[in-house]
T-cell receptor, first 112, second 112 residues
Framework: GDSVTQMEGPVTLSEEAFLTINCTYT??????LFWYVQYPGEGLQLLLK?????DKGSNKGFEATYRKETTSFHLEKGSVQVSDSAVYFC???????????FGTGTRLQVTL | EAEVAQSPRYKITEKSQAVAFWCDPI?????LYWYRQILGQGPELLVQ????????DSQLPKDRFSAERLKGVDSTLKIQPAELGDSAMYLC??????????FGPGTRLTVL
């Protein structure tokens, strides 16, 4: 079945550091890929998406490129801020049933 | 910007009591989802509606959980009786067909 694997957290960085959160997937067919962010006590917010190979999703300084050859969708940001502290979920969407498969989430903690 | 609405935001109940959660999706979104998110984990799909019809409820514990979307717009998720293990965040999401899902703020349930 479909699955998403994310790097273990928590990830602790100093403000202005470079961020990478790894995400790899297993899926039949050609999934769409997403990153969602969850701030403490809140629901999930769609951060960015990519629908086909080599697409780059970007939003709020975050980027991720859909790499079909490595089945990856790693999240990057050049300079993190304290306000980026949250849990980040990688997810894939397959099939006409619109079923999302989530990774387990990676907690990011940014300190001054 | 249109949002998914959920209420209540927080609910504390005693085990064996009944609880109900309400969700109002983004206008025009025919597909509605209920997820359960246990602390430290990714969301788990409980039930998916297309208009008023259930598309997938394979992970819904049907002995105690029920969900309805009578007019194909807003939806209610009920638990009766609640158990200690039901303590979690209950998230509602909606989408257009084969499109990203947008999540509400969630209902945090604590069962004592």
């Amino acid at each position: 079945g479909d699955s998403v694997t994310q790097m273990e957290g928590p990830v602790t960085l100093s403000e202005e550091a470079f961020l990478t959160i790894n995400c790899t997937y297993t899926a039949t067919g050609y999934p769409s890929l997403f990153w969602y962010v969850q701030y403490p006590g809140e629901g999930l917010q769609l951060l960015l998406k990519a629908t086909k190979a080599d697409d780059k999703g970007s939003n709020k300084g975050f980027e991720a490129t859909y790499r079909k050859e490595t089945t990856s969708f790693h999240l990057e940001k050049g300079s993190v801020q304290v306000s980026d502290s949250a849990v980040y979920f990688c997810a894939l969407l397959t099939g006409t049933a619109s079923k999302l498969t989530f990774g387990t989430g990676t907690r990011l903690q940014v300190t001054l | 910007e249109a949002e998914v609405a959920q209420s209540p935001r927080y609910k504390i109940t005693e085990k064996s009591q009944a609880v109900a959660f309400w969700c109002d999706p983004i206008s025009g979104h025919a597909t509605l989802y209920w997820y359960r998110q246990i602390l430290g984990q990714g969301p788990e799909l409980l039930v998916q509606f297309q208009d008023e019809s259930v598309v997938d409820d394979s992970q819904l514990p049907k002995d105690r959980f029920s969900a309805e979307r009578l007019k194909g717009v807003d939806s209610t998720l009920k638990i009766q009786p609640a158990e200690l293990g039901d303590s979690a965040m209950y998230l509602c999401a909606s989408s257009l067909p084969s499109a990203p899902q947008y999540f509400g703020p969630g209902t945090r349930l604590t069962v004592l």
